[in-house]
């Protein structure tokens, strides 16, 4: 009779997944089910976190990502549980007991445990024993070890079957033991759980490659516990054993090799689950062959692989992890603002690039100056520029931080100089990015009779006007903010990194007179499409006049429009609102607001004094609560308002250009280009990074160093050492730090418990330049 099991709509399921990723986020089951129903109809993060805070009882943006992934997630897994079920209940072996081991399991790894016996698969060699009649042997061998197996192998001999002598009979009933043990879900459980816990991560060379696997020559020799490893190290091991150079093993702390020596403790629980003891009976020392050989040919290779995935999983979990957030901090830098910024994008023997921008992005104006080496055409780059900028009333200079930036930087100083009527300032900015966007398809769309190289010079212009508008323009995997980022899931980095892209460009919100399609694109509901359509219709029908216009594109419908309209802003509208955050569905609301006061929606909007004597709850009702009538207030305070910082900039020492001119113990201003887990990477204008080391960040101790610092920090460091021969510069943020007397290598922790004591001390400052240097490769 078939096991009655639930299908995946069953509520009972539903109620079971929202309990879970509830406990999981820490809220109640009715918010998940809440969100869950909107993320079902279509609504984006952004939207729900904005604009359904009664639905979802407040959840952060943080949260509905987390409870969507979870979602998608044990969603997968109910459907996999049904399909496994289906499949046991096929071959006629789903008993009462099993199918409620399978409705219980709590995770995809106990499904396919409980599946594994049962799994379909190729003629094992167990599953050629058992069809030549070995069963009853190994049976009777486990049950009762008292048995001789050489004389009871002699009635099973079958040489048709491929069993001509006692030892292939034998070995045929250790394969189906070894099968039977291998498969049995609760000891993989308890062996996976202790290797997890005592298992150690053994790198070595392979012979013969020492000299192409130089820079992994921190690895030659390696061991760490498989749960203590950083997830840059995990990845750096795993790139090694992907290029044939390392060779990677896990085995247990108390196995000969590894820390100490002794009985291997997997086997004895192998043995014990089984009943398996050595007594000295005839069967015994068989019986313990086998559960040796269960151990290192099935269970350990099985396990081994499973642990190392998931080591894998982990560690770029966290790179993704550290990327996204690098990259968030990046997309919500200060803007300049609208201001005609000139951009420079420096080369030597190529020239440097000149692109004049107006206050609103668009290309004025080109020009190619070579003011250095070869042709050294100083005055004559400077007279160009100087005409540019008074021509088109430039206000800013934006340089790119490649070849040459430092000499270009010099040149826009001398222009500043000699024009100070124009009151020009001039910015480095980060050129990561520029030449994709250069030869990208949208470039070409944008610029298609402007020179590849001079586009990179209007990315590094714009950039500066608002770092979010132009870097959306740029695959992210191309921003270069990450850790070891070629190494990890392409499709899991690119979704983490696109959410990210989301989340920002809909806090921000989204001039739609101004803004481009790619921009447009991140914005909530829309589609490529759409968003094209969007930017045809602008330039068709001129500027749209208020966010009802946007009902007029094509193909951007009813429920399009609710979840787009409030991240839209329309800054000239004669709606005031329509500039706002506020969502045109709570219009209404805010007319009954001053319908109330007795003002109008100019005096009202910006008065923060007026709006601060608001009672919120007086205007809660069906429709609106409390969150939203908040929110609404909070945004006729300041409308519009833009949550990035102020901005500003790093001033680079002047005479500071290479790593030659740099000097232990000098203090310089820099600016924070990534962060990772184990240090900051600092821009002081030598085009060479400077790394300062997590020990280095704080004068406490500081396990993250993104609670410190963040991507695009302005910050004051100090010259620890300079490594000209492999172009490292170590600095600390503790500007009160001794210099090093003599530089010294940092070995690799040999265990989880000598890298604590490690990181619990601060590091000698003359390890940071070689030891940490080497974490970043």
Sequence with gaps: MPIAMPPPTDPRISEKIAEKIAQEIGCRPAQVRATTALLDEGATVPFIARYRKEATGGLDDIQLRLLDERLTYLREMEDRRTSIVASIEEQGKLTPELAAEISAADTKQRLEDLYLPYKPRRRSKAQIAREAGLAPLADALLADPTLSPESEAGRYVNAEAGFADLRSVLDGARQILMEQFSE???????????????????????????????????????????????????????????????????????????????????????????????????????????????????????????????????????????????????????????????????????????????????????????????????????????????????????????????????????LIRQQAELHLSKVVVSEAGASVYSASEYASREFPDIDVSLRGAVSIARRLQDPLAELVKIDPKSIGVGQYQHDVSQSRLAKAL?????????????????????????????????????????????????????????????????????????????????????????????????????????????????????????????????????????????????????????????????????????????????????????????HQDGLVHISAIADKFVKDPRTVVKAGDVVKVKVLEVDLPRQRIALTMRLADDLPSAPRMAPAPASARARQRQQSQPEASGAMASAFARLKR
């Excluded at 042709?375 to 040459?404: E, F, M, Y």
């Excluded at 951007?556 to 309209?565: N, P, R, S, W």
């Excluded at 969150?627 to 207030?633: K, L, Q």
């Design 498 to 686: 696109n959410a990210v892209v989301e989340d920002c460009v809909n806090a921000v919100g989204v001039d739609v007179n101004t803004a481009s399609a790619p921009l447009l694109t991140r914005v909530s509901g829309l589609s490529p499409t759409l968003a094209t359509n969007i930017v045809a219709h602008r330039d068709r029908h001129g500027a749209f006049r208020n966010r009802q216009a946007l009902r007029e594109v094509p193909r951007l419908g009813e429920k399009t429009f609710e979840l787009a309209a409030g991240f839209l802003r329309i800054t000239d509208s004669d709606d005031p609102l329509d500039r706002s955050a506020v969502h045109p569905e709570a219009y209404p609301l805010v007319e009954r607001i001053l319908a109330d006061i007795r003002k109008g929606i100019r005096e009202v909007i910006g008065d923060s004094r007026l709006l601060k004597t608001l009672a919120p709850e007086k205007y809660i009702d069906q429709k609106f609560g409390l969150p939203t009538v908040r929110d609404i207030i909070k945004e006729l305070e300041k409308p519009g308002r833009d949550p990035r910082p102020e901005f500003r900039t790093a001033a680079f020492r002047e005479g500071v250009e290479q790593l030659k001119d740099l000097q232990p113990g000098m203090i310089l201003e820099g600016v924070v280009t990534n962060v990772a887990n184990f240090g900051a990477f600092v821009d002081i204008g030598v």
């Design 184 to 414: 049995d879900a609760e000891l993989l459980g308890e062996l996976r759980a202790y290797l997890a816990a005592h298992g150690l991560v053994r790198s070595t060379v392979v012979v013969g490659k020492e000299n192409e696997a130089a820079k992994f020559q921190d690895y030659f020799a390696y061991s760490e516990a498989i749960l203590a490893i950083p997830s840059h190290r995990a990845l750096a091991l795993l790139r090694g054993r992907n290029e044939g150079l390392l060779q990677l093993s896990l085995v247990l702390d108390n196995e000969p090799g590894a820390t100490t020596s002794g009985a291997n403790p997997c086997e004895a629980r192998i043995a014990l689950r089984f009943g398996i003891h050595d007594r000295g009976r005839p069967a015994d020392k068989w019986l313990a062959d086998t559960v040796r050989w269960t151990w290192r040919i099935k269970a350990l290779l099985h396990l081994e692989g499973e642990l190392m995935n998931a080591l894998r999983e982990r560690a770029e979990a966290e790179a993704i992890r550290v990327f996204a957030a690098n990259l968030h901090d990046l997309l919500l830098a200060a803007p300049a603002g609208k201001h005609a910024t000139m951009g420079l994008d420096p080369g030597l023997r190529t020239g440097v690039k000149v692109a004049v921008i107006d206050a609103t992005g668009k290309l004025l104006d080109t020009a190619t100056i070579y003011p250095h080496e070869p042709r050294r055409d100083w005055d004559g780059s400077l007279h160009t520029l100087a005409l540019l900028a008074r021509k088109h009333h430039v206000d800013l200079i934006s340089i790119g931080n490649g070849t040459a930036s430092r000499e270009t930087d010099r040149l826009a100083a001398d």
